[in-house]
């Protein structure tokens, strides 16, 4: 019999949230001593103490089961998950915690993610650079490293923005992308950062700004990149019930999906015979992330229509990145999405706010946890200047360097 998730709406809530501060070089500070400052930030924002946290949500970077248990003295810890995605994984978390305090597994379900993007772990620096392979020699990431030391490094494919940029451009040639939508992508994060405290990139940016940009990679210009940050964000999530005793207003979690393409629109491990040899390829893939087999059925779970949406946290890597999951969050043609993004659609008081906060854009990079963390301000109607009047409805979505993708449905 298949699983009903859609009985699990609502079932679960964000209770606590907690961040530290971006820093745009070396915080000085390990992942996981990020990672448990914010974990210890987020239970406190509950109104819960550490020793009630029974169950933990692992990333692939930050602090592990090992380190609550040495650092909190946890009494009894239920249940441990890890989970893989890159950007994708925070609300990967988010669905293994709801599916843990929801079944009885654990009452308290910690996710959180930690990353020195903007020292030892920069991913400008290349991805076969030494001191980033060290950093994430503990993550189990072996094929990962295996495919892009031999199918990517030797060709030039060295990181994120030459992975992105011919995909970027196979959309200009075919899909109707043209520079100015990824620049309204940029401006819009641009102008709620300069509204958040905490946001590195702060500067005033027009469109003409960007468009005179010289290109690095093309169609990419400096803007079209997310910034590279130390940092680390958390969440506590819980039963629905035991939400309405503490002292947050609950952010109730409608639905949440994650979805991973078949076959790979990455490079396959061709000395595996039991793969798919014509997974080798990305291009015929290229469409087909995760977010293909995501959205849909967190819609299903959530029982709404991209009408209903107040708001909208969307993984922006890149501009790129965030371009080419509209059309699967709003249901509408690709070839529809620079139609829908323009005006200044997605800033706010546009029809559709998103990246209240700046995004990876403008805000800072630390994968997807942050997004998570300005939905539930505004549910809460705590996000300050950039609150959203009268939200009561977000997407937030994520998105992996292997074709990963997730989306969660949040209402307060």
């Known amino acids: 019999m298949e699983p009903d998730f859609n009985s699990l709406r609502d079932k679960a809530a964000i209770v606590g949230i907690g961040e530290i501060p971006f820093v745009k070089g070396d915080s000085g500070k390990s992942p996981w001593a990020m990672g448990l400052e914010a974990c210890y930030r987020a239970v ?15 990333p692939l970077i930050g ?23 890159g950007g994708a994984a925070q609300i990967s978390q988010m669905l293994g915690a709801v ?40 993550i189990q990431l072996g094929s990962f490293i ?73 169609p990419f210009c400096l803007y079209d990149f997310s910034q590279e940050t130390d940092g680390a964000g958390a969440f506590v999530v819980t039963t629905a019930e035991r939400a309405r005793d503490l002292k947050q207003k609950p952010v109730y979690i409608m639905g949440v999906a994650e979805g991973k393409p078949p076959g790979g629109n990455d490079i396959a491990n061709r000395d595996a015979p039991y793969l798919r040899q014509d997974a080798a390829h990305r291009f015929p893939y290229y469409l087909d992330t995760g977010h293909k087999w995501a ?26 990145i965030f371009y080419v999951q509209v059309p699967a969050l709003m249901q509408i043609p690709l070839e529809e999405t620079g139609n829908f993004i323009a005006d200044g659609a997605i800033e706010l008081g546009g029809r559709l706010p998103c ?58």
């Open 44 to 58: 406190q924002d509950a109104g819960l103490s550490v020793q009630d946290i029974d169950g933990i949500m692992e």
């Open 63 to 85: 602090a592990a089961v090992e380190d609550f248990r040495q650092n909190w003295d946890l009494p009894d810890i239920k249940f441990v998950a890890r989970f893989t995605g």
């Open 99 to 138: 599916l843990a305090v929801t079944s009885g597994l654990c009452k308290y379900a910690v996710c959180h993610f930690a990353w020195k993007g903007g020292s030892t772990q920069r991913i400008s620096r290349g991805i076969g650079s030494p001191d980033l392979m060290i950093a994430m020699s503990g």
């Open 146 to 218: 295996h495919k892009t030391s031999n199918w990517n490094l030797p060709f030039g494919d060295v990181g994120p923005g030459s992975m992105y940029s011919p995909w970027a451009r196979y959309y200009m040639e075919h899909h109707g992308l043209k520079r100015e939508h990824l620049g309204m992508i940029a401006v819009a994060c641009r102008k709620h950062a300069q509204l958040n405290d905490i946001a590195i990139r702060k500067k005033p940016m027009t469109l003409e700004d960007y468009m005179a940009m010289p290109i690095l990679m093309d």
């Open 295 to 320: 959205f849909p059925r967190a819609y299903e779970m959530a029982g709404i229509k991209p009408a209903d949406l107040d708001f909208a946290q969307i993984y922006d890597g890149f501009t790129y």
């Open 355 to 412: 990246n209240t906060h700046g995004g990876l854009l403008s805000q800072g990079h630390c994968w997807g946890v942050h997004h998570i963390i300005e939905a539930v301000r505004q549910l809460r109607g705590t996000a300050g200047p950039s609150q959203v009047k009268d939200a009561e409805i977000g997407a937030v979505t994520g998105t992996g360097d292997s074709g990963d993708g997730s989306v969660a449905f949040l209402r307060r």
